[in-house]
């Protein structure tokens, strides 16, 4: 498990944005000739298709690039990249944690695709952005990593640095009127 | 805002793009071997049409790929787009 | 409360049992629910409303929407809620509206900026400002401009910050339509109906368009306001709808990219807490529906400016939508059917209707709406009118006979110009329509169509039947079907809007007395046209540029096409040889808050923190921006400057210990088997043989071989190395990396992966340093043998995971403790208490410049500046000889960038040891005082040394160690001394310790 005194930037939640927990997280870069293999390796379906993601018994793997995805594993361990390192050994792939680079927030509930909307230009309507889809993308100024894990349930990831800016804005839409 | 059709992730708007000069221009294999008005010739001289343009762009806020295009500077209209290493398609005669 | 004199008895669209109080340059008046700031002056018989921009001359109100040129006012809520230059005819009335006139001094009733119209205008004809203010140069600054700037002004900027919120939201949709008038809302109707996500905008509090003001139309058997009613709560239903009332479409950008403002609070009396003022809507749109509607013509004559002449079809709706009396004894001068619309309606009111005067020969259709009792002239000439502050009469001419007719009103009936504005803005071809005399949407450059009278399709049942197949091709192009074909609804209309029209001015113009005005926000008249086609203006750009016709805020909405009709008669070629001007964004003006939206204050930019943000707080830390992030510059103690505090850092750093947030440098993770390959071809140094646990200070060049950026890289395996890069560089490296493997080297099996914020970066640097670090570090010897300088490993630190590197940026024996950043807050919290056993110190990006500069340690940016080689700052030990190639490597074989008289890096001291030079200070050789040989790069005093030191670049530079060379400061040029740039401790004895 992570030390309890990991710290986050962020705010406790509002009715529409919470802070997602500690995640523990890892990139990992492949080419396609390789994915099956670093797929049984890591005992997830890299997705293959754009902007899709794959869920199974924890982890989560969202296709960030034709060779790159962000590997989220919801039972945070500071062991777990190096564990997974090991089971790659001799896999011709890239595996770097990034655990601490970015921190998540969820945005839900039936204000959720107009919260995003104030900053960020994609569609968000259920039949564009359907449930599973990920990308980076920006909001407002910052990259993000958004992905769709409910009809009414964004998953929202950011550099750290960034998360206090994304939050506020995201707080400022929560707040309209 | 223009909308980019990026070859992976489809269309999407400019703002996730960071544009990235003209396309087709190999860095040669050699470079020692280049004369300097033939590295001047890399280095510097570049196209600037009224019409037509391959250009390159990356998708940098998306998957992250460099890909190629071709643009009427004119209209910002795009032909195509297309993923390095493909073949420019034909350009109409501007 | 005054009695509104000039509301009709029943009828409008106004709540007449909701009376408002509002005032008017401080003057009380009262109106009612629904009026808009000009229905409501004009219920109160009040038509002046402004003085024009040049002459100064009375103005009153002339249309009802968008393109009023004269009633601009200012609207006051508070001490800082003033907004300038809004139009009364779209400012809704709220109880206690503060409403003010603009332009004039000191009173609309008297203002003594008249004077330019009475004695001054004929020395300010077209061009004035050309002609006039040419010489001498410096007067325009000092006298002219200001003067002119004092006298012209349109309305006074608010001098506080605005205290309002404004939003903006991304939207998308299958199908936008603009505007929601007749064509409007059935385009939106078939759209939707075809499931197709629809918006319907409009820039009016209440949708409808000229439904809005119908009289005596059924639509599909209904009164037309049942249908609009019954309409509009049916699209209101549908939930592929969205309605956007108050929302002006301002802005048509490239690929369906439109620009919305919706305005929220504006008419409300109380603003309620947390509803923004704006909303900005970028809407991206599959199709666009344009049904922006057309906008009504005035007739150039001779003083057409007076107030209480307006446009006609604009009475006839302030009567049917407001309830309003424009006037008591109204005269119409016609070149269009619908004066005799307009005449039929006012009088059935009761207002009396004492002449329509036709410039042409008979009305186009046969059959006008019955106007018995009202004189009518036919092909009239109007010759002028009287009045001071409001018209009183009118001169008319029919045949051989002169007469003049008492009024308190004139209507202009000049003809409808289709809104084409969105449409040009698209890039459309515009194709001149001579039967319609009109501007008609021709060949579209984006996925759009027009609709309705914006395309001419003036008649109500034409415009709805317009509006049905353009909702229906949208949403069909936007891939929905739709079902069979369906004709229009049956439409009755008692009195049709008729058809005609008059472009240019009227044959009374040329040599009248008084002004015919074609643009009254610019103040230009029909002469000064002429004026410059006298002159051998002949492009329509240069006529609009030389007379300002078209250029005010209302961008000739009324005015552009008359303006063409003068030039083409002056000139004797067609309208559509002359061309048009060029329409831009925004169609109306719109607030820099609704631009601005959030992103003001605290949150305009990003303020990228790191994990120690707080704690540097908490110590009184001064921080300073470098890009994005905040980092902080120096921590002086109770009564310290930055020179103290600065001089105790360094003091500190070098006699104990120091602890430094270097977590904002950019770290990259290179992973694959070529990771070696691939630095070896990026940067310019050597990395095969670089050693597991090993650090090397690599220098990467662009191609063209000029320093772009430099940092450590350390190799954690044979096929894994941690790259760090300069803050500023970190996208930009990554991004160039990125750029070569994708295109260049897709054959690399090489991956790339940021780490900037994985990692939070502790430096520990002083003597002490390593006492402070080693009991707090598990599974790792860091001594002097087994960790020697410029080293890394692994290990773990307080319980964490950490990657730490023995690395130095001060001469010190130094660390840099990379911990998780999560983590980063305790960790640096028990290295800080730690140290408090050495006197440990927190210090700055300050103290960070003058240590590595007491070294000679080149900052990228600040001693290279895109044009600075290896070589040139003393680097060139760093290049891997033996590399056949990498980035850079061919451009540092060229001449220029091999000559021997590069500026080089060198070190300059003062003589007098308490004065530091200037950074960017030039520099001059004794011998040639005219030819700057380089400057300054870096300057500071330093504590260790007891005097200041400077980097330089200057050319031949290490040539010149021992020269006294010259350098330009503030009180006269001093001498100094040319040394070497390292400064303390040129062996780097400390450092290995």
């Known amino acids: 498990?992570?030390?309890?005194?990991?710290?986050?930037?962020?705010?406790?939640?509002?009715?529409?944005?919470?802070?997602?927990?500690?995640?523990?997280?890892?990139?990992?870069?492949?080419?396609?000739?390789?994915?099956?293999?670093?797929?049984?390796?890591?005992?997830?379906?890299l997705p293959r298709a754009a902007c899709r993601s794959v869920q199974d018994s924890g982890l989560s793997a969202l296709w960030l690039g034709p060779d790159e995805w962000l590997i989220l594993n919801a039972t945070p361990a500071d062991s777990w990249v190096s564990e997974l390192s090991a089971r790659l050994d001799g896999a011709l792939c890239s595996l770097v944690d990034v655990s601490h680079r970015q921190v998540a927030l969820s945005v839900h509930g039936p204000r959720a695709e107009d919260i995003l909307a104030t900053g960020c230009a994609l569609d968000h309507s259920i039949a564009a952005f359907p449930v599973g889809m990920c990308t980076r993308t920006m909001f407002a100024k910052a990259e993000i990593v958004l992905w769709r894990t409910g009809a009414a349930n964004f998953h929202l990831e950011v550099w750290r640095s960034f998360a206090r800016y994304v939050e506020a804005l995201l707080r400022e839409a929560e707040s309209e009127r | 805002m223009l909308i980019i059709r990026c070859p992976y992730c489809g269309e999407r708007p400019e703002l996730e793009f960071a544009y990235g000069g003209q396309a087709h221009i190999a860095r040669p294999l050699q470079p020692s071997d280049?004369?300097?008005?033939?590295?001047?010739?890399?280095?510097?001289?570049?196209?600037?049409?009224?019409?037509?343009?391959?250009?390159?762009?990356?998708?940098?806020?998306?998957?992250?790929?460099?890909?190629?295009?071709?643009?009427?500077?004119?209209?910002?209209?795009?032909?195509?787009?297309?993923?390095?290493?493909?073949?420019?398609?034909?350009?109409?005669?501007? | 409360m005054t009695t509104t004199l000039f509301r009709t008895g029943s009828g409008g669209l106004i709540d007449r049992s909701r009376p408002l109080r509002f005032t008017f340059d401080g003057k009380s008046y009262s109106g009612l629910q629904g009026d808009t700031l000009a229905s409501a002056l004009l219920a109160n018989g009040v038509h002046l409303v402004g003085r024009s921009f040049k002459y100064h001359r009375p103005r009153g109100i002339m249309g009802i929407g968008a393109d009023e040129p004269n009633a601009l006012v200012g609207v006051r809520r508070d001490d800082a809620r003033y907004t300038p230059n809004l139009l009364a005819t779209q400012v809704e009335l709220y109880d206690g509206l503060d409403a003010v006139s603009q332009n004039r001094h000191p009173s609309l009733e008297n203002d003594r900026m008249a004077v330019n119209d009475r004695l001054l205008s004929r020395f300010i004809p077209a061009g004035f400002y050309y002609k006039t203010f040419m010489w001498p140069h410096k007067a325009w600054d000092r006298l002219y401009e200001p003067r002119i700037r004092a006298a012209a002004g349109l309305g006074v900027a608010p001098d506080k910050p605005d205290p309002d919120s404004y939003t903006q939201r991304y939207a998308h949709c299958d199908v936008l339509v603009i505007g929601a008038g007749p064509a409007g809302i059935t385009a939106a109707m078939e759209a939707a109906t075809a499931d197709a996500r629809v918006i319907l905008c409009d820039d009016r509090a209440a949708m409808g368009g000229s439904l809005l003001s119908a009289a005596s139309v059924t639509i599909a058997g209904k009164d037309s306001s049942v249908w609009l009613d019954e309409s509009l709560a049916a699209l209101a239903r549908m939930p592929n709808v969205t309605l956007l009332s108050r929302t002006i479409a301002f802005g048509y950008y490239p690929h369906n990219w439109i620009g919305l403002t919706e305005r929220l609070t504006d008419h409300l009396a109380v603003m309620p807490a947390g509803r923004p003022r704006e909303r900005l809507w970028q809407v991206r749109a599959k199709e666009v529906v344009i049904a922006a509607g057309a906008i009504e013509r005035p007739l150039v004559f001779p003083g057409n400016d007076r107030p209480g002449i307006m446009l006609a079809d604009a009475a006839r709706t302030y009567l049917q939508q407001y309830g309003v009396s424009v006037g008591r004894r109204v005269a119409i001068v016609a070149a269009h059917d619908s004066a005799y619309r307009a005449a039929h309606e006012l009088r059935a009111a009761g207002i009396a209707v004492v002449v329509i005067a036709d410039i042409r020969s008979r009305p186009a259709v046969a059959n006008p709406p019955d106007c018995a009792g009202t004189r009518i002239l036919s092909d009239a000439s109007i010759e002028g009118t009287t009045g001071k502050l409001r018209v009183t009469s009118i001169t008319l001419s029919a045949g051989s006979k002169r007469e003049t007719f008492a009024c308190d009103t004139v209507l202009m009936a000049g003809g409808f110009t289709p809104s084409v504005h969105l449409f040009s803005q698209s890039r459309g071809k515009l194709a001149w329509d001579p039967e319609l005399q009109a501007y008609l949407p021709g060949q579209s450059a984006e996925a759009e169509r027009s609709a309705g009278a914006c395309r001419g399709r003036f008649a109500l049942e034409e415009a709805l039947a317009d509006g049905m197949e353009a909702g229906r091709a949208a949403a069909r192009s936007a891939g929905f079907a739709t079902g069979v074909e369906v004709h229009g609804p049956a439409v009755t209309v008692s009195h049709p809007i008729g058809e005609g029209g008059h472009i240019g001015a009227t044959s009374s113009s040329k040599g009248a007395k008084d002004k015919a005005f074609v643009d009254w926000q610019n103040d230009v008249t029909a002469n000064d046209i002429l004026l410059a086609a006298r002159e051998g203006f002949i492009s329509i750009e240069h006529v609009k540029r030389y007379t300002t016709t078209g250029m005010a805020t209302d961008q000739g909405k009324l005015s552009n096409i008359n303006a063409l009709g003068i030039v083409s008669e002056a000139t004797g070629r067609t309208i559509p040889e002359i061309g048009l001007t060029t329409f831009r964004a925004p169609y109306t003006p719109i607030t820099f808050g609704s631009l601005a939206g959030r992103a003001r204050g605290d949150l305009f930019d990003p303020a990228r923190v790191t994990a120690f943000n707080d704690w540097a707080i908490e110590q009184g830390a001064v921080f300073e921006n470098v890009r994005n992030w905040k980092r902080a510059h120096y921590f002086p103690r109770p009564g310290e400057d930055m020179h103290a505090a600065v001089a105790r850092e360094c003091l500190q750093v070098r006699k104990s210990v120091g602890i430094f947030d270097a977590s904002t440098l950019g770290k990259i993770e290179v992973v694959g088997p070529d990771a070696a390959e691939f630095l070896n071809r990026f940067y310019v140094n050597a990395w095969t043989k670089l050693g597991v646990g090993k650090c090397r200070y690599g220098v990467l060049l662009r191609e063209d071989g000029f320093i772009l950026d430099d940092g450590v890289v350390g190799r954690l395996a044979p096929d894994r190395f941690h790259v760090t890069t300069t803050t500023g560089g970190a996208a930009r490296v990554l991004n160039m990396m990125e750029d070569y493997l994708q295109t260049e080297w897709p054959d690399l099996r090489v991956w790339l992966t940021s780490t900037t914020e994985q990692w939070s970066v502790i430096a520990v640097q002083g003597p002490n340093a390593r006492e402070v670090l080693s009991p707090l570090i598990e599974g790792l010897d860091v001594s002097a043998e087994a960790f020697p300088h410029m080293s890394i490993a692994d290990a773990q630190m307080c319980g964490v995971p950490m990657r730490l590197m023995r690395v130095s940026f001060t001469g010190e024996l130094g660390f840099e403790v990379n911990v998780p950043s999560g983590y980063g807050a305790m960790v640096w919290q028990a290295i800080w208490e730690r140290g408090k056993l050495y006197d440990m110190v927190p210090y700055g990006t300050e103290t960070m410049h003058v240590l590595r500069a007491e070294k000679g340690f080149i900052i990228v940016g600040q001693e290279t500046d895109g044009t600075v080689?290896?070589?040139d700052v003393g680097l060139a030990w760093a290049i891997g000889k033996a590399k056949p190639d990498f980035v850079g490597k061919r451009s540092l074989a060229r001449p220029a960038l091999a000559a021997s008289n590069r500026k080089q890096l060198v070190g300059l001291l003062t003589r007098n040891p308490q004065i530091a030079l200037e950074e960017g200070a030039q520099i001059v050789s004794p011998s040639a005082p005219?030819?700057?040989?380089?400057?300054?790069?870096?300057?500071?005093?330093?504590?260790?040394?007891?005097?200041?030191?400077?980097?330089?670049?200057?050319?031949?530079?290490?040539?010149?160690?021992?020269?006294?060379?010259h350098v330009s400061m503030p009180g006269g040029?001093?001498?100094?001394?040319?040394?070497?740039?390292?400064?303390?401790?040129?062996?780097?004895?400390?450092?290995?310790v």
């Not at chain 1, 990992?28 to 890591?42: G, M």
């Not at chain 3, 001093?974 to 401790?985: E, L, N, T």
């Open chain 1, 1 to 45: 498990m992570f030390d309890p005194d990991v710290t986050s930037p962020l705010d406790d939640g509002s009715p529409a944005i919470t802070p997602v927990g500690p995640v523990s997280r890892a990139i990992i870069r492949c080419r396609a000739s390789d994915i099956d293999l670093v797929s049984n390796r890591i005992d997830i379906a």
């Open chain 2, 34 to 94: 280049q004369n300097d008005e033939d590295w001047n010739v890399y280095l510097n001289l570049r196209a600037n049409p009224k019409g037509w343009h391959s250009e390159r762009w990356r998708h940098i806020h998306g998957c992250a790929r460099f890909f190629n295009a071709v643009r009427d500077t004119r209209t910002d209209h795009f032909l195509a787009t297309y993923k390095m290493g493909e073949p420019a398609p034909e350009v109409p005669s501007t």
């Open chain 3, 869 to 871: 080689t290896p070589d």
């Open chain 3, 930 to 965: 005219g030819t700057s040989i380089g400057h300054v790069t870096s300057s500071y005093h330093s504590s260790v040394l007891k005097k200041s030191i400077a980097l330089a670049l200057v050319r031949g530079g290490r040539a010149r160690i021992g020269q006294i060379l």
């Open chain 3, 973 to 992: 040029s001093i001498p100094v001394g040319v040394v070497a740039p390292v400064f303390f401790d040129p062996e780097g004895k400390r450092i290995n």
